[in-house]
């Protein structure tokens, strides 16, 4: 069983930044590595994923602000945040599977979710 950890959660004014990180317990480079969010009432959704040949796909609202990378020796993925808004305030969850990429932005294409890491944006 492959086991997430997320870290890198906490308060930031709007226009700060954050960094994200994910400790995979497993060699991630057997999976595609994303991330998620989910907001208060809202479904989670796509954020952003870095395939296993480090190709990187964003959703349009976080394009230019984050960034996304993976690091093999050290079985970790991160996801760098810059100018955050109210609106990036979410619980955040790192996510592992074998994906296509019509399929990268549904909750479904990946095995393993870690518990998230809160990400709270003042306005």
């Known amino acids: 069983q492959v086991q997430l950890v997320e870290s890198g959660g906490g308060l930031v004014q709007s226009g700060g930044s954050l960094r994200l990180s994910c400790l995979v317990s497993?060699?991630?480079?057997?999976?595609?590595m994303a991330w998620f969010r989910q907001a208060p009432g809202k479904e989670r959704e796509f954020v952003s994923v870095?395939?296993?040949?480090?190709?990187?796909y964003y959703t349009d609202s976080v394009k230019g602000r984050f960034t996304i990378s993976r690091d093999s020796a050290k079985n970790t993925v991160d996801l760098q945040m810059n100018s955050l808004t109210f609106e990036d305030t979410g619980l955040y969850y790192c996510?592992?599977?074998?994906?296509?990429?019509?399929?990268?932005?549904?909750?479904?294409?990946?095995?393993?979710w870690g518990q998230g890491t809160q990400v709270s944006v003042s306005s």
């Open positions: 497993g060699p991630i480079g057997n999976y595609d």
């Open positions: 870095v395939r296993r040949n480090n190709a990187k």
């Open positions: 996510a592992a599977g074998s994906i296509i990429l019509s399929t990268m932005r549904r909750i479904e294409s990946y095995y393993y």
